[in-house]
């Protein structure tokens, strides 16, 4: 059964840097194209951030130039380093498959005070 675990967030000033980590289990990371999703309160949740088998990477707009998305093999797990945050970024972010699974991990939070 597919678990992955997200940790990493918590308050931070607008503009300041975070490290999101997705520690993942009965799924091989380097085998799945791996994305960074997030949920506001209020709105649907979206993906900001996509890792392919082949290592290229996609982003949202509104996060493209801030956030990078990286992948550890030997750990099993995937990151998110986000950078220059604004409180437009304040959400839960969760890590999952692309395509999605059904199993999502409880996320992270993160919240970006102005």
């Known amino acids: 059964q597919v678990q992955l675990v997200e940790s990493g967030g918590g308050l931070v000033q607008t503009g300041g840097s975070l490290r999101l980590s997705c520690a993942a289990s009965?799924?091989?990371?380097?085998?799945?194209?791996m994305g960074w999703y997030r949920q506001a309160p209020g709105k649907q949740r979206e993906r900001v951030a996509l890792?392919?088998?082949?290592?290229?990477?996609n982003y949202a707009d509104s996060v493209k130039g801030r956030f990078t998305v990286s992948r550890d093999n030997a750990k099993n797990a995937v990151y998110l380093q986000m950078n220059s945050l604004k409180p437009e970024d304040t959400a839960v972010y969760y890590c999952?498959?692309?395509?999605?699974?059904?199993?999502w991990g409880q996320g992270t939070q993160v919240t970006v005070s102005s």
């Open positions: 999952n498959t692309e395509p999605t699974n059904s199993n």
């Open positions: 890792i392919t088998i082949g290592s290229a990477t």
């Open positions: 009965g799924v091989i990371v380097r085998f799945k194209s």
